[in-house]
């Protein structure tokens, strides 16, 4: 299970999930010129994006193969409000969510009728940091028993970009940390990426950068579920491509897909189950 460019994986008993990734680009001269890297949110351009996910995990217990899988998908306006100082101001408003979720207990899709429509504000410096999330966890919802929001899907959205012109060939290094907040516990994400300017190519008409992203990085998690603890402990990997617009500053698509495994402890059972899943999730820009 991932999301941007970059990592999104759930880690299906404890509802992990993880977005990726939009950027922009701006100038840009042929294929062997070096790009300036930076994100534009020009006064009245709204975006639009839909996300989708697939993800499977694997679980063995007592001997018993278990597989859960969610099926996800999310829609969104981005709609800029301010810019100072090298810092965006958006205004985020949900358009559709939907989950569904396989498991040995059974199907669930949770109730999410009353999320579009909802909006928040984040913050977003040109080089790609989110500085500011948290308007996003007041947008909750219920899968299972436990409670979420949507704070963990942004805190990463937006890939990091360099602080240096790039030209072909060229690579640099971005972080991620990511907290997932559930009512049994927070789960604590880092992920560690290396990214490629791989050349430039037209998508749907439009000249883009093209970008090839690896990624590695650690899940950790203490939880409660049914008054048993429980204890997560593993590694994710992912692969990413994405298409930005050279001249417009947006992202036009973005494919990747990833990898998990990792256990997870029952204290009072005096158990760890091993955990493995993947993933595959894309982005579309569907209005621009």
Known sequence: MFSTRRASLTAGLVGLGLFFALAGVSARQDQGSAVTLAYQFPEGKALSYRTASSEKQYMQVSGQDLTTSTESSLEFTAKPKSSKDGVHGIAVTIDAM???LQSPQGDQSPTLDHIPGKSFDMSLTRLGKETD????AAITYVLGTTSRDLSSRFQAFFPDLPDRPVKQGDTWPSQDSVTEKTGGGDIFISLNHVNTMDGVETVDGVEC????TE?????KGNLEEGGASLTLDGTMTATATWYFAIKQGFLVKSDSKGGFSGSLSVAQANMTIPVTGESTEEVRLVRK
Do not use: E, H, P
């Not at 950068?209 to 090839?212: E, M, P, S, T």
């Not at 990624?215 to 899940?219: A, E, I, Q």
């Open 209 to 212: 950068a093209r970008i090839k």
């Open 98 to 100: 939907k989950i569904r």
């Open 133 to 136: 999330t948290s308007g996003a």
């Open 215 to 219: 990624s590695k990085g650690t899940l």
